[in-house]
């Protein structure tokens, strides 16, 4: 079964900075792409960013420039690094392989508010 945990969630102010992590259980982590979703209550989730198994990167354009998606295949972790953030990044954020069929985690929230 797999089991997708993300943390590294919380409050900050517009400017500031989090890292997001995505514990994955799963033996074939470095195999599959993964990616970052958010969602805000009302909307669909969306993907923030991605990366291949050769670290290939993508993002879109509202994060590109500001967030940094990375994976650590010993640890098994994928991580977002969030710089600048902005009022509107405010999102619960999700982690998933890029064919979204994991089972979905708990999400992190992240807030971003002065």
């Known amino acids: 079964q797999v089991q997708l945990v993300e943390s590294g969630g919380g409050l900050v102010q517009p400017g500031g900075s989090l890292r997001l992590s995505c514990a994955v259980s799963?033996?074939?982590?470095?195999?599959?792409?993964m990616a970052w979703y958010r969602q805000t209550p009302g909307k669909q989730r969306e993907l923030v960013a991605g990366i291949t198994s050769d670290r290939t990167t993508e993002y879109v354009d509202s994060v590109r420039g500001r967030f940094t998606i990375s994976r650590d295949g010993a640890k098994k972790t994928l991580y977002l690094q969030m710089n600048n953030l902005k009022p509107e990044d405010t999102a619960v954020y999700y982690c998933?392989?890029?064919?979204?069929?994991?089972?979905w985690g708990q999400g992190t929230q992240v807030t971003v508010s002065s």
């Open positions: 799963v033996s074939s982590f470095y195999v599959y792409p």
């Open positions: 998933n392989n890029r064919y979204q069929n994991y089972p």
